[in-house]
């Protein structure tokens, strides 16, 4: 069972920032694409696309809300993701779900939450006005 292990929710003000990260399992890490989701307040049957990885790293793709705010990024040594989240809107607020899964092509993003087939569990981010 490969677990995914979000942290760095919280609550923020607007304009503010947060950094989330999503450490996943050890050998096969560097084989996975990585996506970030989440689901707002009232919608819990919807998991937005915010940004996906490849597992190169070299390839980035963030939905259009969240684009120059919003940087992901990984560090392999470290089976870790990131999404940096700056200039932070009371719309961003939501449960961010960190997703992976194994791919072969070093350049795959997938942007469809029913492509992944690994979760965390979720961690919360408010931004107040």
């Known amino acids: 069972q490969v677990r995914l292990v979000e942290s760095g929710g919280g609550l923020v003000q607007a304009g503010g920032s947060l950094r989330l990260s999503c450490e996943g399992p050890g050998r096969t890490f560097s084989s996975y694409a990585m996506g970030w989701f989440r689901q707002a307040p009232g919608k819990e049957k919807e998991q937005e696309f915010v940004?996906?990885?490849?597992?190169?790293?070299?390839?980035?793709h963030y939905v259009d809300s969240v684009k120059g705010r919003f940087t992901i990024s990984r560090d392999n040594a470290k089976n870790t993701m990131y999404l940096q989240m700056n200039s932070l809107k009371p719309e961003d607020t939501a449960v961010y779900y960190c997703a992976g899964v194994f791919t072969a092509r070093p350049d795959n993003i997938l942007v469809h939450s029913m492509d992944y087939e690994y979760w965390g569990q979720g961690t919360q981010v408010t931004v107040s006005s």
């Open positions: 940004a996906g990885i490849s597992w190169s790293g070299g390839y980035t």
